[in-house]
């Protein structure tokens, strides 16, 4: 199973573009990145899921470059609101995939948004 | 609208007790998940199913059991053999077919404490 490496804690200001770097550096063929995000006490949230260039949905952009050793999720202006623990998983999702929950969830990125 | 429900939210286990915490989703998904997540810290898997009436280990099943006699439910069960069982538990389920999309959704957690 691919290890991922993140950064524990990031610091910005509101109305900042935020970028959290993944390294993922055995990930497999078949792996997918996924990006979830958690606030305290609750459950975590899925946010955005690639497997290479780039993908954007309404929340946030997420880029792999061609190698995928790493990933990058990017947040557009964020607010006090963004502040949260972002964690990035590295498994096999996808159509028709027989993923069998092993996902891992590391310590996650801790982001703390400023005013 | 659809997902899952844990309850109860806050539990309280006196020692040498057993206790089961309940998940219940509503949205058809194949595949169930149970975490456990410490102060700090990733979650951590416990239990996973597939498919009704199966069901396999995760990477700290030891103290804890499950059961999948329903599509919908996925009850986690804490036995007194768990000697350390104060943490947050979290239920997720996906869809085998639509992983790519979505990914795991989770339900609010059940913070468990031994009194």
């Known amino acids: 199973l691919a290890k991922t490496t993140q950064p524990i804690s990031m610091d910005s200001y509101e109305g900042q573009e935020v970028n959290i770097t993944c390294s993922h550096n055995?990930?497999?063929?078949?792996?997918?990145i996924t990006w979830y995000q958690q606030f305290p006490s609750q459950g975590p949230r899925f946010i955005i899921q690639?497997?290479?260039t780039k993908v954007t949905n309404e929340v946030a952009s997420l880029f792999i470059p061609a190698d995928r050793k790493s990933s990058t999720l990017s947040l557009p202006r964020v607010s006090l609101s963004d502040t949260a623990v972002y964690y990035c998983?590295?498994?096999?999702?996808?159509?028709?995939?027989?993923?069998?929950?092993?996902?891992?969830f590391g310590q996650g990125t801790t982001l703390q948004v400023k005013p | 609208d659809g997902g899952i429900t844990q309850s109860p939210k806050y539990l309280f286990r006196k020692e040498g007790q057993n206790v089961t915490l309940s998940c219940e989703q509503n949205?058809?998904?194949?595949?169930m998940y149970w975490y456990r997540q410490d102060p700090g810290q990733g979650l951590r898997l416990i239990y996973y199913?597939?498919?009704?009436?199966?069901?396999q280990k995760g990477d700290i099943a030891e103290g804890y059991s499950v059961s999948r006699e329903k599509k919908e439910s996925f009850p986690l069960t804490v036995t007194s053999a768990q000697k350390n069982p104060t943490a947050f538990y979290l239920c997720?389920?996906?869809?085998?077919?639509?992983?790519?999309?979505?990914?795991?959704?989770f339900g609010s957690g059940t913070r468990l404490t031994v009194v």
């Open positions: 998983l590295v498994g096999p999702e996808g159509i028709g995939s027989s993923n069998t929950g092993k996902l891992i």
């Open positions: 055995n990930i497999a063929t078949n792996d997918y």
């Open positions: 690639g497997y290479k």
């Open positions: 949205l058809n998904h194949d595949a």
């Open positions: 199913s597939q498919i009704v009436n199966d069901f």
């Open positions: 997720a389920s996906i869809s085998q077919d639509g992983g790519r999309r979505y990914g795991y959704t």
